[in-house]
């Protein structure tokens, strides 16, 4: 009898190792298929699978899924499709908003899942650089469309959550410390074996080569990028006096975080435009080469065995898994324009770290305490009834799971040049690596142009959109 019931726990125990992760898993083939087909060039698949995510009520024509909104709404940016693109950050806006004025009881019903098996399972919450890049896409949108007037409502609307995203994160920072405090406090059972497993944690990511002193916010919490098309929108597509006021401030901040010699150029131009020194007509004829490169970095799980101080050896799996930001390439190094190079104006990928650094001692202290908890349930079940153990132990394996959703079709970095418009309007750009360089046919009736490029991978033919003012 007992050689039978020996063969059916190793039988369940083998179940266990068959389920570990199987939530992971789930998330990791869906991201690494969506990734492969961005990288790969198959913008039309990506995008196809990303409005299907997006959970379009067919009645409303609204999209019930934030991420998967924003997802779709990038990759028909990309491809061409404004009006569509727009109306996928219209609904993502929507429901940012009704996830910010979401009831203290129904974020608490919302994370009862999460809490007792995996964040996986909560609503995406928004990261600042979300709203702000959602934002700032819009206002791009619009601009491909010539419709100026909604543009310069984007641009506010993008520097005001960019004015709100100090006191935003000094809010919740205190807001996750006091809830870290709640947690540390709720259960006395758990209290030493959560601190004691805490600091483990910290040592073995340490030990994975995680270093977070490396990953610096720009000032404020600021992306550059939007900083510095916010002051170029208004300073060529000023109405007056004031708007040069304004192109001047975001140009001077972008130019004092990045130290861009374009941008600081351009602070120079706003200057004098806002001085009286020069007029628009002064200005010779212009290009803006901006170019939006690579994808930016994406989450991966850590996973970390037996980091549970639990006092006995009646537990047949512990574990935890953390998410973990991993760097993804360039597309190409820089763009060659007409004899000058692109320079980096701002990397996507310290706005992202930055945020993720903020957040992170909560993810952890999170996931601490939640395997502390599904451990000490386990042992207490085990000590009851070996069966009843065994079958918590596979259910712990099964939902121990990092959250790995966030933007995933953002950029790497943005570069920005700056050059004399073409006496035949035709701009050649090459990069070291592209296969086919780029002819960018000029309105010859403009004056200024923008040239937005955008490449996801080498692999990948570049788009191109060309704003004419």
Known sequence: MKLKIKKNLLGLALASFVLTGCTSIAQQQTYGNYESKIASGQLDAAAEMAIKKADVNPETGGANDLLWSLEAATLLRIKGGYQQSTAFFDDAEMLMKAEDTESIAEKAADGVGSILVNDSLADYEQAHYDGIMANSYKALNFMFEGDVANARVEWNRVDDRQRRAVDAFAEKIAKLKEEQ??????????????????????????????????????????????????????????????????????LKRAAA?????????????????????????DIEPTVWVVFENGLGPKKEELRIDLPVFVASNDV????????????????????????????????????????????????????????????????????????????????????????????????????????????????????????????????????????????????????VDVINI
Not at 208 to 219: E, P, R, V
Not at 257 to 281: C, Y
Not at 336 to 347: A, I
Not at 359 to 384: C, G, H
């Open 181 to 250: 405090a709640k947690e540390a406090t709720k259960k006395k059972e758990t209290e030493a074996n959560t601190e004691q497993s805490l600091s483990e944690a910290e040592k073995i990511i340490q030990s994975q080569g995680i270093d977070f002193s490396q990953w610096n916010a720009y000032q404020d919490y600021v992306n550059p990028f939007s900083t510095y098309m916010h002051g170029l929108f208004f300073m060529v597509n000023a109405q007056g006096g004031s708007d040069f006021g304004k192109a001047y401030d975001s």
């Open 257 to 281: 975080m990045t130290g861009n010699d374009t941008a600081k150029a351009d602070m120079v131009l706003a200057d004098s435009l806002r001085k009286g020194k020069k007029s628009i007509s």
């Open 316 to 463: 047949m799996y512990t574990g935890m898994a953390l998410p973990k930001l991993v760097d993804r390439q360039q597309a190409f190094p820089a763009l060659e324009v007409e004899g000058t190079t692109t320079t980096v104006l701002s990397e996507m990928d310290r706005v992202i770290h930055a945020e993720f650094k903020a957040e992170f001692p909560y993810i952890l202290s999170r996931e601490v305490a939640r395997t502390v908890w599904k451990t000490i349930a386990q042992k207490q079940m085990n000590d009851k009834n070996e069966m009843a153990g065994l079958i918590a132990s596979i259910a712990q394996a099964a939902t121990t799971s990092a959250d790995l959703r966030m933007w995933n079709s953002l950029p790497k970095d943005f570069q920005l040049a700056r050059v004399s418009k073409p006496k035949n309007g035709s701009l050649a750009i090459s990069a070291k690596g592209m296969e086919t360089p780029l002819n960018v046919e000029l309105d010859s009736k403009s004056r200024f142009s923008i040239v937005y490029v955008r490449a996801v991978s080498p692999l990948a033919s570049p788009t």
